[in-house]
């Protein structure tokens, strides 16, 4: 989200460029708004994918939330935007189209009658390239035969189960009703946002349990050949909690400070590489290296919070008061999970192992012993407690820590 980049320069841009590339992520989708500042953090973005010249891609999303589209002149930065970087060597082409995409847009007309004559009059009249133009419409996908101005569709809610329940494949009647049109497929590690209606009056979570991000990735590699891109969501939108990069200083944060201080998720990397190379290939990796990945909510589902404006989010039951713990083992053994008065003991087989026990009150630790008893890994990360029915605000994020 640019719109939370706004200390960023090219060297902030290059950082993340590289981090993401660590992660076995390919490009950045470079969400868009209305701020007059935004464009010249989208100019720092290209530079910094040029400098470093590892082959990094760029695509403008447009945030229709955001951007004015009701009068024909509001197509201008639309199209500013994809003319100013249609010749850059960063900018990702697909089958010999650039590739744009938006959040929303169904309530965009640019002057006409329609929103899909909207869209071909924004798209298709004073910009340069010829466009890929893939959108997160929230439509009846019965409609898109008749939608012409999109070429392909990204269905953004399915990165998240929508009920009280487990994710599940419900692309396919998009893949099918978006016909030979690109599809892209959302993966996201959680979903907890926490404003009041004195804000931006969203407070909610999707469930986010049983090892979210990996059984998501899961069912993407499974239905490879039905997928054109996966885009992870998100890098930086703190306010959703659903980022991987690395937390931004506060005056880049959208008031989220207080659900993102302490919850790094960094260590969300190994494991995006681990799937990503997978999906890309086709084949999973060998595990070469033993490594635990924890992730855990600060304090129970049913806590009542003393200190907080806003209420309980909604949907708050929806979750489990449960350490989750994807263990990555290059040979098979034992694992022990602890925190608190909670324990469990597991033995795992060479691969992805999927393990998880109650929380209780304290803090995480992590034992990997080999069939033969040495000691694999022995992780205790610091940094988070979990403190049962007691809390000042309510917090849904997710606490992540993965072993060196």
Not at 122 to 133: D, E, P, Q, T, V
């Amino acid at each position: 989200m640019v719109g939370n980049t706004y200390s960023y320069a090219q060297s902030d841009w290059e950082t993340d460029i590289q981090l993401a590339q660590s992660a076995g992520i390919d490009g950045f989708a470079l969400n868009v708004g209305s701020l007059d500042w935004e464009s010249d953090r989208v100019a720092d973005a290209y530079a910094a994918a040029e400098a470093l010249n590892t082959g990094f891609k760029l695509f403008i999303s447009l945030d229709m939330s955001s951007l004015a589209c009701a009068a024909t002149t509001d197509a201008d930065p639309i199209r500013a935007y994809v003319n100013d970087y249609s010749a850059h060597p960063n900018q990702l082409w697909y089958s010999d189209n650039l590739i744009l995409s938006a959040f929303d847009g169904t309530g965009c007309l640019f002057g006409q009658d329609t929103f899909d004559d909207g869209w071909n009059y924004a798209l298709r009249n004073g910009a340069y390239a010829n466009i890929w133009f893939i959108p997160a419409f929230f439509v009846d996908p019965s409609t898109f035969g008749s939608i012409t101005s999109i070429n392909g569709i990204f269905d953004w809610n399915a990165g998240w189960p929508s009920t009280d329940a487990d994710i599940s494949w419900t692309d396919g009647t998009w893949i099918t009703d978006i016909g030979d049109r690109a599809y892209i497929a959302p993966v996201s590690p959680l979903f907890f946002t926490h404003y009041g209606p004195d804000s931006y009056n969203k407070n909610w979570i999707y469930r986010s349990d049983d090892w979210l991000f990996a059984s998501r990735w899961e069912e993407l590699i499974t239905n490879r050949d039905s997928i054109d891109f996966v885009e992870i969501i998100t890098w930086n939108d703190f306010g959703e909690s659903h980022y991987i990069g690395p937390i931004a200083p506060d005056e880049d944060q959208p008031n989220s400070e207080a659900w993102t201080t302490g919850f790094d998720h960094q260590a969300y990397y190994a494991v995006n590489k681990y799937y990503a190379t997978a999906w890309k290939t086709g084949t999973y990796p060998t595990i070469t290296e033993n490594q635990i990945f924890l992730t855990a909510r600060p304090h129970s589902k049913s806590a009542v919070c003393t200190s907080d404006s806003v209420a309980q989010p909604t949907n708050a039951a929806w979750t489990d008061d449960n350490l989750y713990a994807l263990v990555f083992a290059a040979q098979a053994g034992t694992v022990v999970l602890t925190i608190g008065s909670s324990t469990g003991t597991f033995s795992v087989t060479t691969g992805v192992n999927k393990l998880k026990i109650a929380l209780a009150v304290g803090s995480p630790t992590a034992v990997f012993t080999s069939t033969s008893g040495a000691t694999l890994v022995n992780f205790a990360p610091s940094g988070f407690s979990y403190t049962g029915s007691t809390c000042s605000v309510y917090n849904f994020n997710y606490y992540a820590a993965i072993s060196s």
